[in-house]
T-cell receptor, first 106, second 114 residues
Framework: GIQVEQSPPDLILQEGANSTLRCNFSDSVNNLQWFHQNPWGQLINLFYIPSGTKQNGRLSATTVATERYSLLYISSSQTTDSGVYFCGGGNTPLVFGKGTRLSVIA | NAGVMQNPRHLVRRRGQEARLRCSPMKGHSHVYWYRQLPEEGLKFMVYLQKENIIDESGMPKERFSAEFPKEGPSILRIQQVVRGDSAAYFC????????????FGQGTRLTVV
């Protein structure tokens, strides 16, 4: 089956800094989503992005399907951005990476 | 439009008891997925259902675990004779039939086996 790798596994940022999270897939996918799991455990949809680029406020994502990777950009990070970021992809159902644990320090 | 509703949010069971986890998909969604998340780990796929059908149960343990999504009512994940290793967060997701590749998750049920 499809393997999903996320990097980096852990990231500590000063408030206001920018960051890039990466998701690599072992095979082509027809579906890719980014989620934020907040400290209360809730999974929040960030992007549905099988290909191309999308932006939502301080967050943006780019998927290059032909090269089997996706990037999540977080600009001007805030403490509320802390949590774990997961990418999920594949065909149906989603296969998840192990996540990137982000800590934003004031 | 309510999101995916899971209940209970927290469930404590003694070893050997049964656990029943419920998931009501978003309105208009007919595809349901169950995932398990162990502490400090990612989400592992368990089962994919449509109304009255199990589409893919390749991630479901062969014994003690079962799932259903009846014509009426919520999807149920049932764990019989729970053991300590079943302690985890169980997430349900749903998707639309015309865009089944985009999943929306519920808040999860945290099962603790004592």
């Amino acid at each position: 089956g499809i393997q999903v790798e996320q990097s980096p596994p852990d990231l500590i940022l000063q408030e206001g800094a920018n960051s890039t999270l990466r998701c690599n897939f072992s095979d082509s996918v027809n579906n890719l989503q980014w989620f934020h799991q907040n400290p209360w455990g809730q999974l929040i949809n960030l992007f549905y992005i099988p290909s191309g680029t999308k932006q939502n406020g301080r967050l943006s994502a780019t998927t290059v399907a032909t090269e089997r990777y996706s990037l999540l950009y977080i600009s001007s990070s805030q403490t509320t951005d802390s949590g774990v970021y997961f990418c999920g992809g594949g065909n149906t159902p989603l296969v998840f990476g192990k996540g990137t644990r982000l800590s934003v320090i004031a | 439009n309510a999101g995916v509703m899971q209940n209970p949010r927290h469930l404590v069971r003694r070893r050997g008891q049964e656990a029943r986890l419920r998931c009501s998909p978003m309105k208009g969604h007919s595809h349901v997925y169950w995932y398990r998340q162990l502490p400090e780990e990612g989400l592992k796929f368990m089962v994919y259902l449509q109304k009255e059908n199990i589409i893919d149960e390749s991630g479901m343990p062969k014994e003690r675990f079962s799932a259903e999504f009846p014509k009426e009512g919520p999807s149920i994940l049932r764990i019989q004779q729970v053991v300590r290793g079943d302690s985890a967060a169980y997430f349900c997701a749903s998707s639309r039939p015309d865009r089944y590749t985009e999943a929306f998750f519920g808040q999860g049920t945290r099962l603790t086996v004592v």
